[in-house]
């Protein structure tokens, strides 16, 4: 079965640094375009970076310059860099997929069950 897990996420202070990673794992052939996604109770889950396949990035205004977002297709595996965390990061992180091929055929808006990152003041 294919699936997506994140990692990584925990307690930190404000302006420390944590590394999420998500793995993709089944009989995955391709996978298209991945992403990062954060939702804080109370507010609606918003992007926070995605990753083409051929490497492009783009990032949420609210992390630009801070989170770096990066692919590792060999072990098919996303990453975000989160540095100078805030307060205001404090979320859970989901990872997503636009579209994949298995050997059950295309496989489209798949998510991760998410990691909790908390930031404290």
């Known amino acids: 079965q294919v699936q997506l897990v994140e990692s990584g996420g925990g307690l930190v202070q404000a302006g420390e640094s944590l590394r999420l990673s998500c793995v993709a794992s089944?009989?995955?052939?391709?996978?298209?375009?991945m992403g990062w996604f954060r939702q804080a109770p109370g507010k609606q889950r918003e992007l926070v970076a995605t990753?083409?396949?051929?490497?492009?990035?783009n990032y949420a205004d609210s992390v630009k310059g801070r989170f770096t977002i990066s692919r590792d297709n060999g072990k098919k595996t996303i990453y975000l860099e989160m540095n100078s965390l805030k307060p205001e990061d404090t979320a859970v992180y989901y990872c997503?997929?636009?579209?994949?091929?298995?050997?059950?055929?295309?496989?489209?808006?798949?998510w991760g069950r998410g990691t909790q990152v908390t930031v404290a003041s």
């Open positions: 089944g009989p995955i052939f391709t996978i298209g375009d």
């Open positions: 997503t997929a636009d579209q994949m091929t298995t050997n059950r055929g295309p496989l489209l808006g798949t």
């Open positions: 990753i083409a396949s051929d490497g492009y990035t």
